[in-house]
């Protein structure tokens, strides 16, 4: 079991898909910029054996880190 010095959440088109991700998120990186039409959020997961069904394009993407949001899009 990993421990991670952040508390975080994803959600997925409103569905919150942390407990799923857990076992294959490595790390989380948010690029807030001046306007929200900028900003970018990238997980990185490691999905070695193909097991992970990820969205299609256009997904909605919520993350909060420490219980603050942290990327909406």
Do not use: Q
């Not at 079991?1 to 407990?19: F, P």
């Amino acid at each position: 079991m990993s421990h991670w010095k952040t508390h975080w959440k994803v959600r997925v088109n409103g569905r919150d898909m942390t407990i799923s991700m857990r076992p294959y998120l490595i790390d989380i990186t948010v690029t807030d910029k001046e306007g929200s039409a900028s900003d970018t959020c990238a997980l990185t997961l490691d999905d070695t054996d193909g097991e992970l069904a990820l969205p299609s394009e256009g997904a909605s993407l919520i993350v909060i880190l420490n219980g603050v949001l942290g990327f909406n899009g």
